[in-house]
């Protein structure tokens, strides 16, 4: 599972949203959680790519058997991509059928120009090349393997951040989010265990109500909680604060006085990360230096 930074994140940029356009509270929840739905469907979108390649290799070696004079390569071709055991495990996995069958927009078309151009590059690489090579088959190998070439290919890949923006104007701002989900998914392959389900962002009714009663929290008590921050800035008008920077250290106050279970220097340490999404350079200092002082001032520990 993801942790919870991914839910605040959201918090954050509808609390940021609402102050450039406010709209009922309402309104604001169902988009903050149809936002974390789309993410979901990008990471069904990626895990799918990652099958086309798969399924265009295996295209490519069926027209290679009907040619009328064939080479040695084409009697014989190299199957280690398609027989690739991460792969297969992706291909099979019953929650990404299912999810797919259920939006076929989701689905790669074989002669997508994105997918065939991907497909040529990563062919032509050279870590593509020494994997084809290598005689032996290793699990570890191949979950390596796949790691290494969906961020290069996916997640580093501009022409696909292009292409996916296109789609959906809101996949290019969460796309950190999923690029994280599919390398855990990646990541947390076991050989000898079945991958039957994905990662989800809200995975439970506990989940959803820390999200909705953050941003609930966050946005009514904004005053209260700005008189808050402007009592700790040192040389500096609260005017000058960056929105972005007000709206994280505001919501990161809500949840440090509202949910008081969970550890200040947790809570601090995800908003410092918020900020190195969505901040600028330096504000990861000015954001933990606020609410290091806060927390010390409120004896919250």
């Known amino acids: ?19 450039q356009n406010p709209i009922k509270f309402d309104v604001l929840e169902k988009n903050m959680f149809s936002g974390i739905e789309k993410i979901y469907h990008l990471y069904i979108y990626q ?5 086309a390649l798969k399924d265009l290799a295996e295209h490519q070696i069926e027209i290679g058997k009907k040619k009328f004079f064939k080479t040695d390569a084409e009697i014989n071709p190299n199957q280690k ?9 992706i291909e099979e996995n019953p ?11 989701l689905k790669w078309d074989l002669h997508d120009d994105l997918l065939v151009k991907t497909f040529q590059r990563m062919t032509a690489g050279k870590r593509y090349q020494d994997f084809m090579k290598e005689e032996k088959y290793s699990f570890e190998d191949d979950q390596k393997f796949i790691g290494k070439l969906f961020l290069r290919y996916v997640a580093e890949n501009e022409d696909f951040l292009d292409y996916i923006e296109d789609k959906e104007l809101t996949w290019s ?13 990646i990541g947390f392959m076991k050989e000898d265990v079945e991958s039957r389900t994905l990662i989800k962002m809200i995975k439970d009714e506990d989940d959803k109500t820390f999200a909705s009663k953050l941003l609930r929290d966050t946005l009514n008590n904004w005053e209260n909680n700005e008189k ?30 509202n949910f008081p279970f969970t550890p200040s220097r947790v809570i601090i340490n995800e908003y410092i990360e918020i900020s190195k999404v ?3 350079e330096r504000s990861n200092i000015f954001i933990n230096g606020i609410l290091d002082k806060y927390c010390k001032d409120k004896n919250r520990i």
């Open 1 to 19: 599972m993801l942790g919870r930074r991914q839910i605040r994140e959201k918090v954050v940029e509808s609390a940021y949203s609402y102050y």
């Open 95 to 105: 929650e990404r059928l299912f999810f797919t069958g259920q939006h076929k927009e």
């Open 228 to 257: 808050k921050l402007g009592e700790r800035l040192e040389n500096w008008d609260l005017e000058r604060v960056s929105l972005m920077d007000k709206v994280i250290l505001i919501t990161a106050i809500s949840e440090l006085d």
């Open 278 to 280: 969505f901040a600028t």
């Open 81 to 89: 991509f398609i027989n690739n055991q991460v792969l297969i495990k």
């Open 47 to 51: 895990l799918n790519f990652l099958v």
């Open 173 to 185: 701002d969460d796309i950190h989010i999923s690029n994280s989900m599919v390398q855990k998914t």
